[in-house]
């Protein structure tokens, strides 16, 4: 098309008809059916006008903004060109003068105008579009589909230098075994099931999916019950199909086909799941679907490709590794394959004498019951090389961790370079009979080069028993100096099997006890202490110490601020003391004893100063309430004034309990005892006390202090010290 003579041609111009339903076409107010029935204006019914035209075979296209033609106006907006036999089109816009190779969803509309706007076309232009550009639709749609059809072609042709050599790799990769499908059902896809229909009495007969047959149920069956079918003797799932739901699927799981190519062999892995429904359970809808082909060559050197969206535009092959961002089209991979499948077997005969006769991989397979991730496999000795060699030397299990965990081979293969693989595993010949007779994993390995080390010998019973319940050399670096293997081993299930500990948490508390001893300036060397008989006593004695020993440290810094406070205490004994059968009140020796106290029932009296002040200018003491069979557990703490007026009295977290009543009947007569033991010095301090007091409450009561922590949160402080008060007579 030559835009010279595209612009020669008689241009278009919009027709009464189309000016006369421009101007019809006004939007009409109407009212939503909900709740609110709001008012709202209903869109234009026509958003685009078209008039359509062959010449010299080019399809010309004249479109109309509908306020122009509301206007009067009868040039059009834009012209859009098709040549249909070059399969080219351009646009023309009429109002700026120039040239346009845009698409008609993205030339420069007004903002009320979507991509897909509502388009009024003569019926006779509609069908002689569509007619044109060989489409089944009209019109503006049909220009639309055939640009994009177009666009894509022309990203098609420039992907095509990058994926041709993509489509000719993959071109050499062979058809699917004829049997494949049966084997993905039978063999690939693990779970199995027996459906059966509830019977009173239990079901005596079931559908098993493996079998594809009818058989007798010699067990009560149960939904989700785990059992094996009575015919084939797989392991199966019970299904009652009352329960089941309208589908249900089978764990979706990877599934490996290994193929010789020209240039080596390939790799494929698929994803695959059966879905059974309540009606046809027994013609199941298997899924299975191939995600990820790895090539390698004659030197193991692989080409990764994956199925997935290319350049957002197709799924097909692409070669490289899949962006699994979340974000990404292809982020499916993040979270499905790359794990654990069977393995077809059919193609291995061939493959071991040819492709993969240098490499284990076919008797890696034959070992696990060709279950695993082959391309992982080959990945992994690749990186790794010496992995090969642990399951050849007969190590299954430090090889099945190794696999499961591939970071361990950087601890167990200490010396990669190294010229064998007792050096390169770090022990020597000895002990890596030891280990493959044990059948050890990497704790034991790592013991065993422990006893290398230390030149101690350790019995095969103790790495066994370390290795059951998991335990590391560096667990024990400790106490190791001072007790062998066998000993420790011996000590902790001694402990475990009197503390009704897990083993674990003995060495916790073992290595616990330890550190707290040799804070406190114990002797660790010696064995009486290193090897206490009763482990959890003493540890729990040192736990006490070590919070004494803190709240000593706190008590040093009060008695510097108020010197005189445990001389208050001492004087306080012989005049407030008092027990009868039941209860007790007992007079502090300190300011440790007090903050003993508030550790034990955890309320604020340890975490506030005022209390200090009040005892030093005697406006109020802190006694404890005891039980009388009890009198060293802490029970309630008091504020009492001189003459015995009880301010507060409080238990664990400020609180007080249901038990307080019979306590009350205790303090009245402990009231009426010391108030013949008080001096007149006594009374007087009583009496500045209770102003004190009554000032106190009254500046609360101005303030309106409200308690906004604990079972007392919301209330007034002074109604609550107000109800706790219990005057003395």
Known sequence: MKKKELLQMRRLMATSKMIKIAKEDVPQNTKSNDYYSKSYQAPRKYQLYLRCQVENGILKAALY???????????????????????????????????????????????????????????????????????????????????????????????????????????????????????????????????????????????????????????????????????????????????????????????????????????????????????????????????????????????????????????????????????????????????????????????????????????????????????????????????????????????????????????????????????????DKQDLSRLRNLN?????????????????????????????????????????????????????RRQALESGETIKQVLTTWQDYLSMAEQLGMDTGDEIIYRVRLLRQRHDELVLRCKQEDLKKQADDILKAHPNLDGICKSLKEKYEYANDDFAVVAPCGVLDILVEGDALCHCLSRSDRYWDRIETHESYILFLRRAPALNVPYYTLEVEPDGTVRQKRTKYDRQEADIESAKVFLTEWQGVINKRLSIGDRRKAAKSRILREQEFDQMRRDNVIIHTGELSGHRLVDVLTADLMEAA
């Open 65 to 427: 903004y509908p306020d122009s033609l509301r206007s009067e106006g009868r040039l059009p907006s834009y012209m859009v060109y098709i040549d249909g036999e070059a399969r080219r089109f351009v646009t023309y816009d009429c109002i700026n003068n120039k040239w346009l190779e845009a698409k008609v969803d993205r030339l420069d509309w007004p903002h009320y105008l979507p991509c897909w706007p509502s388009t009024w076309i003569p019926d006779r232009d509609s069908k002689m579009v569509g007619q044109y550009l060989g489409s089944e639709k009209t019109g503006y749609d049909a220009i639309l589909e055939y640009q994009m059809r177009l666009r894509l072609e022309e990203r098609y042709k420039r992907y095509r230098k990058e994926t041709a050599k993509w489509d000719a790799d993959m071109a050499l990769t062979p058809a699917l075994p004829k049997d494949w499908g049966r084997w993905v059902d039978k063999v690939g896809i693990p779970q199995n099931f027996i459906f059966y229909e509830y019977r009173r009495g239990g079901a005596k007969t079931g559908y098993c999916t493996f079998c594809g047959k009818d058989v007798p149920i010699q067990e009560k069956p149960h939904h989700c019950k785990v059992g094996h079918c009575p015919r084939c003797r797989h392991e199966i799932t019970y299904k009652s199909l009352g329960r089941l739901g309208r589908f249900m699927d089978t764990n979706e799981v990877s599934i490996y086909l290994i193929q010789p190519r020209p240039d080596g062999f390939v790799v494929r892995e698929f994803w695959a799941r059966r879905m059974y429904s309540k009606e046809t359970y027994r013609q199941p809808e298997i899924f299975c679907s191939e995600h990820w082909r790895v090539i390698y060559d004659g030197k193991l050197s692989p080409r990764t490709y994956f199925w997935g969206v290319y350049k957002q535009s197709t799924n097909r092959w692409i070669a490289g590794e899949p962006n699994c961002n979340w974000m990404s089209p292809n982020r499916i991979y993040a979270t499905h394959g790359n794990q654990d499948g069977r393995v077809y077997g059919k193609t291995l005969p061939h493959l071991v004498r040819n492709a993969l006769k240098h490499t284990g991989l076919i008797e890696w397979l034959r070992a696990r019951g060709f279950t695993g991730n082959p391309d992982r496999y080959l990945a992994l000795i690749k990186k790794y090389p010496r992995f090969e060699q642990l399951w050849k030397a007969g190590l299954p299990k430090l090889t099945e961790e190794s696999w499961k965990q591939y970071y361990y081979l950087n601890e167990i293969i200490r010396y990669p370079q190294a010229s064998s693989l007792t050096k390169a595993l770090g022990i």
């Open 440 to 492: 050890g994993g990497h704790l034991i390995l790592r013991w065993l080069r422990e006893e290398k080390n230390s030149g101690q010998v350790i019995p095969d019973e103790s790495l066994v028993w370390l290795e059951e319940n998991k335990i590391e050399p560096v667990h024990v670096s400790f106490i190791r100096q001072k007790m062998n293997v066998p000993q420790i081993c011996h000590y902790l």
